[in-house]
């Protein structure tokens, strides 16, 4: 089946710990995005990848820290410069088309304790 | 932010009534999508409409744009419990980078 999967679904993080959020993709899509929502939020725009090797900052990327060395893989990383990093994340991929949607995973709930 | 904004942010109607759920934004657009979301899960993908459009259709969804207003609606003809959910507007600009709004959260009661 093709789709888009997130792990771990529930992560705890200790304070001034890294954690690494895993994203994968078998679409075949060129483009990946990572959101992040709060409760009773709506999505913002972390980091965004057109292509492999290549990636762009969203709106609130500080604290934040991706990689895409490979088409189907777009992990995240949660610096300890992140200061309220509790939040569920949200993967997406799309093809690098015009008028064409995003397709997401069933995200990742980090809570630091 | 290229964040659009929705309202109202909560609606309680009774099963069967229509739902209307309102979205504007601050840009040109490409396109405008309408997303649905179940508590604690993933979005899912309702409907796409393009700058050169004013409405469309798909079963019981009615998406209007009006990009001089800069601003959507989706309405929900004959609301089923199942219903119950939020549901997002995404503005897609530069081909395909995609703000989303601050949803609207949609309770139909049985």
């Known amino acids: 089946d093709g789709g888009i999967t997130q792990s771990p679904k529930y992560l705890f993080r200790k304070e001034g710990q890294n954690v690494t959020l895993s994203c994968e993709q078998n679409l075949n899509h060129d483009a990946m995005y990572w959101y992040r929502q709060d409760p009773g939020q709506g999505l913002r725009l972390i980091y965004y990848s057109q292509i492999v090797n290549d990636f762009q900052k969203g709106d609130i990327a500080e604290g934040y820290s991706v990689s895409r060395e490979k088409k189907e893989s777009f992990p995240l990383t949660v610096t300890s410069a992140q200061k309220n990093p509790t939040a569920f994340y949200l993967c997406?991929?799309?093809?690098?088309?015009?008028?064409?949607?995003?397709?997401f995973g069933q995200g990742t709930r980090l809570t630091v304790v | 932010s290229q964040q659009g904004e929705e309202d109202p942010q909560a609606l309680s109607i009774q099963e069967g009534e229509n739902a209307t759920m309102n979205c504007s934004y601050k840009t040109s657009i490409n396109n405008l999508q309408w997303y649905r979301q179940n508590s604690g899960r993933g979005l899912v993908h309702l409907i796409l409409?393009?700058?050169?459009?004013r409405e469309k259709h798909s079963g019981r969804l009615r998406v209007t744009l009006d990009t001089s207003k800069k601003s959507s609606s989706l309405l929900i003809t004959a609301s089923r419990a199942a219903d119950t959910a939020s549901y997002f507007c995404?503005?897609?600009?530069?081909?395909?980078?995609?703000?989303f709004g601050t949803g609207t959260s949609l309770t139909v009661i049985p």
């Open positions: 997406a991929s799309s093809q690098r088309l015009e008028n064409t949607e995003a397709f």
């Open positions: 995404a503005t897609v600009i530069g081909g395909n980078q995609f703000y």
């Open positions: 409409i393009r700058s050169n459009e």
